[in-house]
Structures are given as C-alpha cells and as structure tokens.
C-alpha cells in the first residue's frame, strides 16, 4: 500500500527566515507529486507539480520554490518567509500517465509566520 | 479556463438524515474527471467519489452518490444517513482532459455539521 508523509507538522517561524518542508512517498514508483497551499478557511490553490525527478513545474509562486531530489521525494523551500506564507501545505501524489487526476494527500504542515 | 464553484459556505442537518452539496463547473474539455474530497478538523483531506465525465451513470461509493447533470455542468454530492462523523469540509474539484498532469481545480468548499 502506498504511504505519504509530510514533514514538520507544524512550524512558527519568523519573517524573513528560511523554509523547508518536506513529502515523502513510500510504495509507488514514479507517483506524480503535487504542492497545494490552503489558506485558514480557504480552498486549495495548487503551487507545482512534478512528474519526475529533477523536474518541476510552477504553478502558482508566492515567492516559493520547489525540488524533487528523488522519485520518493519533494521538498517545498523558501530563503525568506512573508506573512502571506503563512497557512496549511499539502503534498498529494497521483498515478502517471493517464491517470485521472485522482490525488491522495499527506497529513499537511501547518505555517505560521511571525 | 476551469472554474469550479460552491456557492453553500455551510449546511447544517440532523443526524440520520441526507444533505446533498451543490457544486457547478466550467470547461472546455469534452473529457473531464470530477471529484469529491473531504476535509476533516485535523486538516486530512481524503478522497471521497469520482465521476468520469463519459459516463451517463451516477457514480456512488458507500452512503455518498453523485448527481450528475451534464448540461447543467453540475456535480452534487449527496450523503444519506449522515453520521455525525460526517461533519467536516467538502470540496468538489475537476480535472481536464485525459494523460496530461495537471492536477485537479478545488472549489471554495462547503462546511458540513451534522448535528445529534
């Protein structure tokens, strides 16, 4: 059975500081991985995807950035922290080519910026 | 461009009873995948339905059923028996178009309570 975990559950962290979350997915290979952000009470805005490692694409910046070092692995980052950044992160995975967009989510990591 | 709309911000219902959730669409695609995803208070966001926009038929998993109006571009989600277990969020999303990788489109979500 396929997992997906994210990493830290939470953080309170200050303007201007640097971010890394982290998704890691165990039991699929080649999974296509995806980065949703969710405003306190909002909807689901997707920031990038990636199909493969090494590649991402952006969907939506917010002065954020993406990587996918391995297959199993994508890592959201950011040198410097706005206020905006903060709210709820989602990693998602979904089936390669030909899937239906069908998305299975991690746990979130919930930011704050202070 | 895809949109996907919910316009009820919250519903409120007794237990036992079925509430169905109203979501509207926009597309071009002839091919399309529309979804319904729950959200409970700890945040997990879980996979709930899925209706092909190919099929005439409605699709249903467990105690949840789509409405699905085509020419109207409609997706309703409807809950019978609801289980006070059954409050949380729910969003509708849709994806188009088949062997691209594009994730799917969420609407602003409705907020169920369903109450003893």
């Known amino acids: 059975a396929q997992t997906i975990h994210q990493w830290p559950v939470a953080e309170i962290k200050a303007v201007g500081s640097p971010l890394s979350l982290g998704c890691t997915i165990k039991?699929?290979?080649?999974?296509?991985l995806y980065w949703y952000w969710q405003a306190t009470g909002g909807t689901l805005q997707q920031l990038f995807y990636?199909?493969?490692?090494?590649?991402v694409e952006s969907v939506v910046q917010l002065n954020l950035s993406a990587s996918r070092p391995k297959d199993d692995q994508f890592i959201l980052s950011t040198e410097k922290l706005l206020l905006s950044h903060s709210g709820f992160y989602l990693c998602?995975?979904?089936?390669?080519?030909?899937?239906?967009?069908?998305?299975?989510f991690g746990e979130g990591s919930k930011l704050t910026v202070l | 461009a895809q949109k996907v709309t919910q316009t009820q911000t919250s519903i409120s219902v007794m237990e036992k009873t079925t509430v169905t959730m109203d979501c509207v669409y926009e597309?071009?695609?002839?091919?399309?995948?529309l979804f319904w995803y729950k959200q409970t208070a700890s945040g997990e966001i879980v996979f709930l339905i899925r209706?092909?926009?190919?099929?005439?038929e409605n699709a249903t998993e467990g105690h949840y059923s789509l409405n699905f109006q085509k020419p109207k571009s409609s997706i309703g989600l409807i809950i019978t028996a609801t289980q006070i277990e059954d409050s949380a969020v729910y969003f509708c999303?849709?994806?188009?178009?088949?062997?691209?990788?594009?994730?799917?489109?969420f609407g602003a979500g409705t907020k169920l309570s369903v109450k003893p």
């Open positions: 998602a995975w979904s089936r390669d080519w030909g899937n239906t967009g069908q998305l299975y």
């Open positions: 039991g699929k290979s080649s999974p296509n």
């Open positions: 990636s199909i493969t490692v090494g590649q």
């Open positions: 597309t071009r695609d002839s091919s399309y995948f």
């Open positions: 209706q092909d926009s190919y099929k005439k």
């Open positions: 999303a849709m994806r188009e178009g088949r062997n691209n990788n594009n994730a799917p489109r």
